[in-house]
């Protein structure tokens, strides 16, 4: 009985604790945090640099800026400001929802948010101190900031390509670039192939961060199917571009696994020439090969 009550007490402690970080979590710091930690990923990998000499991009670091609500979004990229743009009130009901679905319960260790809109893909994401919400936050906050860094590359890349005629690939680049479909996809690649490299060097500690991975391929490759069907009827779907994106980044988690870093910069050139095409053939290879995937 005094056990039983004990861990009552203890679950409530918990859910107070919690309740308490409802109003406590200060998303300016966190959002400020991330962005800082995003560059410096990228700073450490050599990437600007890379993109830069080999794309010959004039690329400036963007400034971030944080709004108190914009409901039509989480973030956003504006090229005209150089500004990556973050809605506090939107991401604040956004973790809420993802609280409701892991339920209020004692999570230690990995959990997982499922950020997709027509499938379910999962992100693993650590329980770094004692919130949860916390820890939703700053997953979900450096997952957007990776999306948005990618928009503003994208589009330093799009400047280059306009003004430049020897850029090498430079008529099959535009015409990827021109598709709004295609920058959203890229963008979601790049997401979660950086998501997944922080959370791999930073975090990893039980092997369940990679195996989401292959989860998600499985959910991906019955997607695919999904997609073939839609257009079929003519149906177009503003989310499917973020959902292959998704899928693709998993496939390169899966792919590379613990070589991401070193081959960072192939997986950076094959991003930057991805299409919708080449998203969806690479999803269904992967998905085909699931068992060489998972064992080789
Ligand atoms: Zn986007």
Known sequence: MTYLLDKIKKYIKYLLYNVKNVFSLNLNEIIESEFENAFKILDELGMIEYIKREYKIDYKKPELLILKD???????????????????????????DQLKSLGYKGIKGIEYLNKSYNTILLYPFYINDRSIRKSIAEAFILLI?????????????????????????????LTILNNPNNREL???????????YYLVNNL???????????????????????????????????????DLGFCYGNTTVATYKSSLKENIYKIIDDIIHLDKEKA?????????????????
């Open 204 to 242: 990893y500690k039980d092997g369940k961060g990679h195996i989401t991975a292959y989860t998600n391929i499985l959910a991906c490759r019955n997607y695919i199917e999904k997609i073939d069907i839609l257009e079929k009827n003519g149906y177009t779907n503003k989310s499917v571009p973020y």
């Open 280 to 296: 969806i053939d690479v999803i269904k290879l992967c998905g085909d090969n699931f068992d060489k995937l998972l064992y080789g």
């Open 186 to 196: 890229r963008a979601s690649a790049f997401e979660v192939v950086m998501y997944y």
């Open 145 to 173: 900031m990776f999306h948005e860094i990618w928009h503003s590359i994208d589009d330093s890349i799009l400047d280059k390509l306009e003004k430049d005629s020897n850029i090498k690939d430079r008529d099959y680049l």
């Open 70 to 96: 914009n409901p039509t979004f989480f973030g956003g990229y504006s090229k005209f400001e150089n500004k990556i743009i973050f809605s506090k009130k939107s991401i604040e009901r956004e973790i809420n």
